[in-house]
């Protein structure tokens, strides 16, 4: 896939998480509604200690956040630039790419221009509230693991070959 079409796709994904938020922060920051029964509800919250573990234990790592943000957006570069140099590049890494990148730029934006934190809004009872964003870095977990699995890569010695350059 070209860059150009990685681009548009990330920008894509990204408009439609934020274009979200703003209509529900600016239209239903109120309402509250069962879209599933027992299962899934509309539920509005802000999101200000970042992860599902961090809420969990009660931690505030924002600053953390950030940094971890930068060190995972230059990791996920260098792999996928050295990926393709090696000529191992596949759409469904593409893919990989696309669901990270959307994912961690939203979540940035959501911290750097909103001040309670990111704008979550569906509650899936009783575990935790997400968004598009979370639906998107959940697509890059599981479809980094079938790329693993599909190219068995199961040790560092392994991602060695992947990226070598034939």
């Known amino acids: 896939m070209s860059i150009l ?26 309402e509250h509604f069962v879209i599933i ?4 509800e509309f539920l509005p919250v802000f999101n200000s200690k970042g992860t599902y573990l961090s809420n969990l234990f009660n931690l505030n790592i924002k600053i953390g956040i950030h940094f971890f943000h930068v060190i995972c957006q230059i990791a996920m570069f260098i792999f996928y630039i050295l990926l393709r140099k ?47 964003k979370d639906l998107y870095l959940n697509c890059f977990i599981c479809l980094l693991i079938i790329f693993l699995l599909k190219r068995k890569i199961r040790t560092s010695k392994d991602l060695y070959k992947l990226l070598s350059v034939k």
């Open 86 to 132: 090696a000529g191992n590049n596949t759409t469904l890494f593409d893919m990989v790419f696309i669901f990270f990148e959307a994912g961690f730029i939203c979540s940035s934006m959501g911290f750097i221009f909103l001040e309670k934190g990111c704008l979550d809004y569906t509650y899936l009872k009783p575990l935790f509230v997400f968004d598009l």
């Open 37 to 40: 029964p027992s299962l899934i």
């Open 5 to 30: 079409k990685l681009t548009v796709c990330i920008i894509i994904l990204i408009i439609l998480d934020q274009v979200a938020k703003v209509l529900i922060y600016n239209y239903f920051m109120d």
